[in-house]
Structure formats: C-alpha cells, structure tokens
C-alpha cells in the first residue's frame, strides 16, 4: 500500500501489529519516512524467517547494509568478519550449469565461471 502511493491505509495493518505487541501507534507519516518504518517493522516482526535477504534485495539495500555490518563488528568484535565480504556479483546467486546446459540463451551472473 505505501508503494502504490497509499501511505494513509499502509498505517492501518502497521498499527495493528504494533498494537498486538503492545507498541505505541504511528501517524503522520510521508512515503518514505513509512518505508523506512515499515522495513524496521519486517526486520523485527519477521526475525529467524529468513525474510531479511529478499528485502534487503528488493529495496536495493543489501551492499549497503551488509557493509554497515561488517563495519560495526570489525570496530565492537564480537564476530569474525574481517573477511567476510559482499560484492556485487554476491548480491545473485550463480545459474546452476545443468539449467545453462538446457537453455544456451541463459548467460551466467557476473563473477561466477
């Protein structure tokens, strides 16, 4: 609903879920301001359902976010992330070869052979 430009009913079903978990309700909010919500929201409410991956792909955040990470526990350790890397050519899985095999016209993502 906010993405086809109806931030006002995209409250409704945000609400209700910050109501059943006791949350204060949100208002007032633009388009993106409720993106950045809404994407919290999914984060939290969605954890250990394997959700985030496809999110971070679908709103293009994955570089970005996982850079952020990496960043965050090279600095407060914790985690062994100094060479724990996502490039862009990660961002997609690779083709399996028997589905290149079967469809000459299908073309391998970038960085895999």
């Known amino acids: 609903l ?3 430009g109806s931030t006002d009913l995209a409250i409704d079903p ?4 910050r109501d059943r978990a006791d949350l204060p309700l949100l208002s007032g909010m633009d388009q993106s301001a409720m ?5 919290h929201e999914r984060r939290v409410e969605l954890c250990f ?3 985030r991956w496809f ?4 709103t293009g955040s994955m570089l970005t976010t996982m850079a952020a ?3 965050k526990y090279l600095v407060t350790g914790g985690y062994q ?11 997609l899985f690779p083709i399996p070869f028997n589905e290149i095999s ?5 073309i391998q993502n970038d960085g895999y052979h």
């Open 81 to 91: 992330v100094d060479s724990y890397e996502v490039t862009p050519n990660k961002v």
């Open 49 to 51: 359902e394997g959700d």
């Open 69 to 71: 990470y990496k960043g």
């Open 14 to 17: 945000l609400n209700e879920v």
């Open 55 to 58: 999110d971070l792909l679908r």
């Open 35 to 39: 993106r950045l919500v809404i994407q």
């Open 2 to 4: 906010n993405e086809s």
């Open 102 to 106: 079967l469809n000459p016209k299908l």
